[in-house]
């Protein structure tokens, strides 16, 4: 049983910086894309970075050069290091976990994702 627990919310002024991590059980790590979505209140919950399995990474237009994202196959775990926060990056991060093994294709659509986190709250002031 795949298991996805998220750590690492909190709050923060903007301008600063959170890392979340994702630690994962009950499956293969290394096979598997992931990524991190986000949810703001009253708003649809939308893609924010992915991994690929073989360690390419992706972002969405918001975040791209303020997030990095990375995995540690050797800890099961996938981490999201933000820096530059602003308020609109207020919301719940889900991490998530592709269930197609080496999969090669940047998905970003969260029906394509079949393992979710229960979230972490990420609130920035300004």
């Known amino acids: 049983q795949v298991q996805l627990v998220e750590s690492g919310g909190g709050s923060v002024q903007a301008g600063g910086s959170l890392r979340l991590s994702c630690a994962a059980s009950?499956?293969?790590?290394?096979?598997?894309?992931m990524a991190w979505f986000r949810q703001a209140p009253g708003k649809e919950r939308e893609f924010a970075a992915g991994?690929?399995?073989?360690?390419?990474?992706y972002y969405a237009d918001a975040v791209k050069g303020r997030f990095t994202i990375s995995r540690d196959s050797a800890k099961n775990t996938m981490y999201l290091q933000m820096n530059s926060l602003k308020p609109e990056d207020t919301a719940v991060y889900y991490c998530?976990?592709?269930?197609?093994?080496?999969?090669?294709?940047?998905?970003?659509?969260?029906?394509?994702?079949?393992?979710w986190g229960q979230g972490t709250q990420v609130t920035v002031s300004s």
């Open positions: 998530a976990r592709n269930g197609r093994p080496y999969n090669s294709v940047q998905i970003t659509t969260s029906g394509d994702f079949a393992f």
């Open positions: 991994i690929l399995w073989n360690g390419r990474e």
């Open positions: 009950g499956g293969s790590f290394s096979r598997y894309n």
